[in-house]
DNA sequence: TAGGGATATCGGAAAAAGTCGATATATATT
DNA sequence: AATATATATCGACTTTTTCCGATATCCCTA
């Protein structure tokens, strides 16, 4: 049994992190400008945290299992950690669920 | 609003599941031959639990949980319940995760 | 209509996940 | 070097999920 899918589904069995992926697919339209940085390398824990309304070790944690899944990538840009999606993570899950489920 | 999909995730979030999930795809394969139905109709708890080596209550818990989610539907047949699987919502849940997650 | 087999439901103990506040670590600025 | 800011990690507590045994329900056949 893969235990890689298991993972990308308990990341995905959680309210707040389907919104953060959500938020991710639109940052211009989901957050507010940001200033140290453009959209392309991702949105800082910081604004994702303001947006979630959690505490920011819920949604530091949050991020993370996201990761060790494979559904988004992180920069590290000076005191920033910048997190965006990986689109190509979510056409494998597709095509996962239309084969291997 | 996107509670459904969670439901769904959530349903997928455990190993055994899973498991079950794809043994349904192709019951001949994973089940032995049943007396009282096709493979048509579904496969029946029991020989579902017996593959799954969990107690009774647990799979048809399971099954449940599978069913809430639209993942399986299922027919009874005299003191028979045969789940399969809904193919519909594996396609739907695909083009999901092309567009909405 | 009684008994037996298949499945569903209930109640609970243990494990896992959710969530927080406190603290550690990394980086930037002065 | 000291301080400030952003993020990560730790420890604890609460809630949810897992999985079981016991029991109830449904349906068949004698």
Redesign the pocket.
Known sequence: MNSKQLEIF?AL??K??LEILQWLKDPEASFPAQVHAGFEVGV????I?RKAG?????V??????LQRAGLVE?T???????YKRNEVAFEELSKIIQSDI
Chains 1, 2 share one sequence.
């Not at 590290?76 to 910048?82: D, E, F, L, M, S």
Request: charged share 15%; glycine share 6%.
């Open positions: 308990k069995s959680n707040t992190r800082c824990v910081g604004e945290q959690l505490t920011q070790s819920t530091s944690e949050y991020l993370s299992i992180s590290r840009v000076g005191q920033w950690t910048y």
